[in-house]
C-alpha cells in the first residue's frame, strides 16, 4: 500500500511525459497560479498578455542586434542580462528571470523566440524603415516589466525595394529551396490542420532537406534537437533549409498551435 502511495505521488510530480509540469486548481491560470514571482499588474502588454513587474535591480535585460545576411535577410542576435531561455518549461509557472521572447516587427507579432539567435527572411519585412523589437516573457506567457512597462529592446531595420542589393532582397528564399536540399518535406497548416497528415522523413546523416511550410495563422516553425526556428508568415510559405548532422528521431511542430509536422528520422 506504502508503495502504491509513494508511486502515485511521484507521478503526479513529473506529469505523464516525465518532466515536471506546473499543476493549479480548475480554473485558474498559470499565471494566477505563480502570482507569487514579481507582482501580476492588471494591465497588459497590448496583445493581452498580463505584465509581471519586477524590481529594477537585478530584473531581466535584453539588446537586439540586427546584422544582414549575406544570402537573405537579417540575423538577429539577443544579448540577455540576468535572464535565461528555457523552451522546455514555456507554458509551467513563472520563474524568475526566465522564460522565451516575442518578436516584433512595429509593433505586430512576427515569431516567438526560445534562444539568442534567430534568422529574419527579407520576404517578412516590408519595403521602407522599421522597428523591430524584442520582449522578454515568463513561462506562463505574462510579460516581465520594470515600472509598469515591458522589458524590451528595439532596433530600426530598413528593408531595400526587390531587385537592390545588400543583403536585403525580397526574394523569397523558397525560390531557391529545391536546389539547395537533397530532400523537401511540404506541408500544409489550415484552420488547425496538417496536410499531409504528419508522417517520418527518412533522411541519411549529412543530408540537406528543405522544410517548406505554410499555415494560414502566423505561428513559428520549430525543429527539436536542432533547435532551429523559423517565422511562418500568415498565407505565405516559408522555407527551412537543415543539413541534418546527427543520427536520431526528431520531431518538427509549431509552436503556437502545437502542432507536429513531421518526424525527421536520421541515420
Given amino acids: 500500500m506504502l508503495a502504491l502511495v509513494l ?29 507569487g514571482v514579481g507582482t ?11 505584465l509581471r513587474e519586477v524590481p529594477a535591480d537585478g530584473a531581466p535585460e535584453v539588446q537586439v542586434t540586427a546584422r544582414p545576411d549575406s544570402e537573405d535577410g537579417w540575423n538577429l542576435q539577443l544579448a540577455v542580462k540576468n535572464y535565461r531561455f528555457t523552451p522546455d518549461s514555456t507554458g509551467g509557472g513563472a520563474l524568475p528571470g526566465a522564460g522565451h521572447a516575442h518578436l516584433l516587427l512595429d509593433g505586430q507579432k512576427l515569431a516567438r523566440l526560445y ?31 520594470v515600472a509598469g512597462k515591458p522589458i524590451e529592446g528595439s532596433v530600426q531595420l530598413t528593408a531595400a525595394a526587390p531587385g537592390q542589393t545588400g543583403g536585403h532582397s525580397h526574394t523569397p528564399p523558397t525560390s531557391q529551396a529545391a536546389p539547395e ?56 510559405e516559408a522555407t527551412l533549409i537543415l543539413t541534418v548532422d546527427r543520427t536520431g528521431l526528431f520531431e518538427v511542430e509549431t509552436h503556437e498551435s502545437g502542432l507536429v509536422l513531421t518526424q525527421l528520422l536520421v541515420r
Avoid: I, M, N
Fill in 181 to 236: 536540399a537533397d530532400r523537401t518535406v511540404t506541408v500544409t497548416v489550415r484552420d488547425g490542420k496538417v496536410s499531409p497528415a504528419p508522417a517520418r522523413t527518412e533522411l541519411r546523416r549529412g543530408e540537406r532537406v528543405a522544410l517548406r511550410v505554410t499555415s494560414d495563422r502566423a505561428d513559428t516553425l520549430h525543429v527539436h534537437g536542432y533547435d532551429k526556428e523559423l517565422a511562418l508568415p500568415a498565407g505565405q
Fill in 40 to 50: 501580476l499588474l492588471t494591465t497588459d502588454d497590448g496583445a493581452g498578455h498580463r
Fill in 115 to 145: 534562444g539568442p539567435w534567430f534568422h529574419l527572411p527579407a520576404a517578412q519585412v516590408p519595403e521602407g524603415a522599421h522597428t523591430l523589437t524584442v520582449r522578454l516573457y515568463a513561462d506562463d506567457h505574462t510579460a516581465w516589466a
Fill in 7 to 35: 508511486l502515485l505521488a511521484g507521478g503526479a510530480a513529473t506529469g505523464c511525459g516525465g518532466r515536471a509540469t506546473t499543476h493549479h486548481k480548475p480554473g485558474t491560470s498559470h499565471e494566477q497560479a505563480s502570482g
